[in-house]
Nanobody
Framework: QVQLVESGGGAVQAGGSLRLSCVASGTIFSFSAMAWHRQAPGKRRELVATAASGGATNYADSVKGRFTISRDNDKNTVYLQMNSLKPEDTGVYYC???????????WGQGTQVTVSS
């Protein structure tokens, strides 16, 4: 059974930085694609960044050049480094694991990020 434990959320002023971490239990991490999603109040959840099992990454246009997703397969951990934060980045950030071989998807509990003007 896979559990995702997130940390690193908090409050920061515009222009500041935060680093989110997500640690996955179990043995399937290295064979899974990882992603970060976020949901602002009153808005639909949106994809922020993805990291394939081999390390290839993709980003939403709104965060390109500011956010960096990375993973450490030895530690079963995925990170989201967020720089030059803007108020529109405010929301609950969710860690996601997609294990294609078993067609199973897992979600973290979410961590709040608040960016003030």
């Amino acid at each position: 059974q896979v559990q995702l434990v997130e940390s690193g959320g908090g409050a920061v002023q515009a222009g500041g930085s935060l680093r989110l971490s997500c640690v996955a239990s179990g043995t399937i991490f290295s064979f899974s694609a990882m992603a970060w999603h976020r949901q602002a109040p009153g808005k639909r959840r949106e994809l922020v960044a993805t990291a394939a099992s081999g390390g290839a990454t993709n980003y939403a246009d709104s965060v390109k050049g500011r956010f960096t997703i990375s993973r450490d397969n030895d530690k079963n951990t995925v990170y989201l480094q967020m720089n030059s934060l803007k108020p529109e980045d405010t929301g609950v950030y969710y860690c996601n694991l997609n294990h294609a071989p078993s067609s199973r998807v897992y979600w973290g509990q979410g961590t709040q990020v608040t960016v003030s003007s």
